[in-house]
């Protein structure tokens, strides 16, 4: 019941830092905007997507709605029936599952995700703190699945 609490609490309060920094931009920054954020590495832009990653299906939001509904669905579910499960599958899991619910919380009120983070040294997409959670979440269930095999469990 404890592991129950502690993760609910978890996802709670990455979803609430992840509204928290796109607040944050929206109102300190005009769209399109940029601000340094850390000099040279990374700045702060306010863009609305309405796609998904690098801003593919573009205004497609019924589509993302429903891919979203089942995925956390599962997530939850397989969260659930693993609870006791190791600590790379737990924290994948909750990082899949609040990055999933904060860009979600986005695309239901505006119609859009708001995108910040831009990499000042590289030519990369504009992204946000759900993507970076659903980006770690993703890689921490890799290890978790090739731990498991490795161990021949």
Same mark, same amino acid.
């Given at each position: 019941?404890?592991?129950? &609490?502690?993760?609910?609490?978890?996802?709670?309060? /990455?979803?609430?830092?992840?509204?928290?920094?796109?607040?944050?931009?929206?109102? %300190?920054?005009?769209?399109?905007?940029?601000?340094?954020?850390?000099?040279?590495?990374?700045?702060?832009?306010?863009?609305? =997507?309405?796609?998904?990653?690098?801003?593919?299906? %573009?205004?497609?939001?019924?589509?993302?709605?429903?891919?979203?509904?089942?995925?956390?669905?599962?997530?939850?579910?397989? /969260?659930?029936?693993?609870?006791?499960?190791? /600590?790379?599958?737990?924290?994948?899991?909750?990082?899949?599952?609040?990055?999933?619910?904060? =860009?979600?919380?986005?695309?239901? #009120?505006?119609?859009?995700?708001?995108?910040?983070?831009?990499?000042?040294?590289? =030519?990369?997409?504009?992204?946000?703190?759900?993507?970076?959670?659903?980006?770690?979440? &993703?890689?921490? /269930?890799?290890?978790?699945?090739? #731990?498991? %095999?490795?161990?021949?469990?």
């Amino acid at each position: 019941m404890k592991r129950k &609490v502690s993760i609910f609490i978890s996802i709670l309060l /990455l979803i609430a830092l992840d509204q928290a920094v796109k607040w944050y931009v929206v109102k %300190e920054i005009p769209l399109g905007g940029m601000r340094s954020f850390i000099p040279k590495v990374v700045s702060l832009t306010y863009l609305k =997507n309405s796609g998904a990653a690098f801003s593919m299906l %573009e205004n497609q939001q019924w589509f993302f709605t429903i891919i979203t509904i089942i995925a956390m669905g599962a997530a939850f579910v397989y /969260l659930y029936r693993h609870i006791k499960g190791s /600590l790379w599958l737990l924290l994948g899991l909750t990082l899949i599952i609040s990055g999933g619910i904060g =860009n979600f919380i986005d695309r239901v #009120r505006q119609g859009f995700v708001v995108d910040m983070f831009h990499l000042d040294f590289m =030519n990369f997409a504009i992204f946000n703190v759900a993507d970076i959670y659903l980006t770690v979440g &993703v890689g921490l /269930l890799l290890i978790h699945i090739l #731990r498991e %095999e490795s161990h021949g469990s």
